[in-house]
């Protein structure tokens, strides 16, 4: 979110209901720019809802991703279509809905996908689901099986989160603790197994929680939920708990993959749903992604990198 000064002091003065949230170790919620604007992280406002407060215009920084990221994802807010920049907004090219950077050689199958922080002091691999992906226990998620609706037992131990034999499940959250925890409105979180997760490329060292490693720093956002983030550029590594302790939730943003920043290589995305949606303050933001989610799994319909709606069938059955 783009603020100026003059805005702060005019939000001050019109929006009586409206505060920063206390936010937790790990969160980005601020930065301050030299031509003297603030950028603030609009998962950190707090308010009965954010609608009509935030006005959303583009992507930035396309260029990065380099498979479009999450632009493919959100496309319109409202009806009102988003601009794709590839850099800086307004002083970069404009990009299409489905632009990728140009080919490179095709990503690896068996490879492990390096992760790491902006900093490097938190580093892990993922290697592709294996025998030992599916001998792992978890209940159903929110992504999945909603809770306000349904029991997330999952008593035949149905393996959710390989729903396709070499892809992990990801999906897109609105939980409240998760936007506090990251500062956005929207985590992009993966399910993977901690059997396949190594802190080296040859998979020799296994993920460890006693002690996390590197500058991992750790806040507990309840009793039995840990989340691990960098204790020295702040991102958000894992949401690691709640019933799941051999699956944990990565931070999709610090998976480095050949493909691009949906890492289609190794993850399989749930285009049916935005997990805790019904509890999320910025409405318009999350329909709009929710509607671009269904656009997008309509498109790509097929594609290994989708989750089938087949999967559904088997939460029916959960019980």
């Known amino acids: 979110m783009y603020v100026s000064r003059r805005e702060v002091s005019h939000l001050r003065e019109t929006t009586s209901t409206l505060t920063v949230a206390n936010v937790v170790p790990g969160c980005r919620y601020l930065e301050y720019n030299h031509d003297d604007h603030f950028e603030a992280a609009t998962g950190t406002l707090q308010a009965e809802n954010t609608d009509g407060l935030l006005e959303y215009k583009a992507h930035i920084w396309i260029e990065d991703t380099p498979d479009g990221g999450a632009s493919q994802l959100l496309t319109h807010i409202n009806g009102e279509p988003l601009d794709r920049y590839l850099r800086e907004p307004r002083q970069s090219d404009l990009v299409p809905r489905d632009w990728r950077a140009e080919p490179q050689a095709p990503?690896?199958?068996?490879?492990?996908?390096?992760?790491?922080?902006?900093?490097?002091?938190?580093?892990?691999?993922?290697?592709?689901?294996?025998?030992a992906s599916a001998e792992t226990e978890s209940p159903w998620p929110d992504l999945l099986v909603p809770s306000e609706t349904g029991s997330s037992a999952n008593l035949k131990n149905y393996p959710w989160w390989i729903?396709?034999?070499?892809?992990?499940?990801?999906?897109t959250c609105a939980r409240r603790s998760c936007t506090r925890a990251s500062g956005f409105d929207i985590t992009l979180w993966a399910f993977v197994p901690v059997a396949n997760i190594t802190l080296d490329a040859d998979g020799k060292v296994p993920f460890t929680r006693s002690p996390y490693w590197g500058t991992i720093k750790t806040y507990r956002s309840r009793d039995d939920v840990t989340r691990p983030f960098c204790g020295r550029c702040g991102a958000s590594v894992f949401y690691d708990g709640h019933g799941t302790p051999s699956v944990v939730d990565v931070a999709v943003g610090l998976l480095d993959a050949r493909s691009g920043a949906r890492a289609e290589e190794v993850l399989a995305w749930w285009p049916g749903r935005v997990s805790f949606k019904e509890y999320a303050l910025n409405r318009k933001l999350?329909?709009?992604i929710a509607e671009g989610l269904g656009e997008w799994g309509e498109r790509c319909r097929g594609q290994t990198f989708v989750?089938?709606?087949?999967?559904?069938?088997?939460?029916?059955?959960k019980e």
């Open 107 to 131: 990503p690896s199958s068996t490879t492990p996908i390096y992760a790491h922080c902006h900093c490097k002091g938190v580093e892990f691999w993922i290697a592709f689901p294996n025998a």
């Open 163 to 171: 729903p396709t034999p070499n892809h992990y499940l990801a999906g």
């Open 286 to 288: 999350i329909q709009g």
């Open 307 to 317: 989750v089938p709606s087949s999967v559904l069938d088997a939460s029916e059955g």
